[in-house]
């Protein structure tokens, strides 16, 4: 529900998914369809959505069913960001349940064969309230550049999907 300001520029037809009921009626004021669901069990057919577009969901989970349950109703493009469990704020939130390595995502995208799949990092932004210095812009620009070839070294990983041609459509 977040994201839909952002999606529906550039959608025709989107669809919020939450298990939160307030985030879905946000969504549905923003005059986008809202579903009540868990990641765990997505209530669509297999193929359903072009793009799947899931931020900061499935680490919520005990396994990598949120994964699936996206690459499952996904038919295209699959953006999936997650925290890095190296970095210390995963491991200082609770509800981070689902225990996974970068390799271990990588994996689990491509065992399905539907994908070929990347992870990559998105870069670092530091408040600058925090520092008593100004970040300049060009490294900040180097620093996104380079950690998203690096996905190890920054806070946030990017799972990316795009439908493998050898992959039949349903």
Known sequence: AVYTIFLERFAHHYVAVDGDPKFVIMSKSLSCDGIVA???NLPFRDDSFDLVYASEV???LPSMVGLTECARICQKILIITLPNPY???YKADPTHLLRYTISSLKAHLDKSRKFRSAIRGLGI?????QYPFSI???FKILSLFALFFLPLFSPTLLCLGVRSPEAKAH
Request: net charge negative.
């Open 125 to 129: 932004e530091l408040p600058a309230t």
């Open 58 to 60: 499935v680490e919520h």
């Open 87 to 89: 970095w210390p704020h």
């Open 136 to 138: 300049p812009n060009w």
């Open 38 to 40: 868990s990641a765990a």
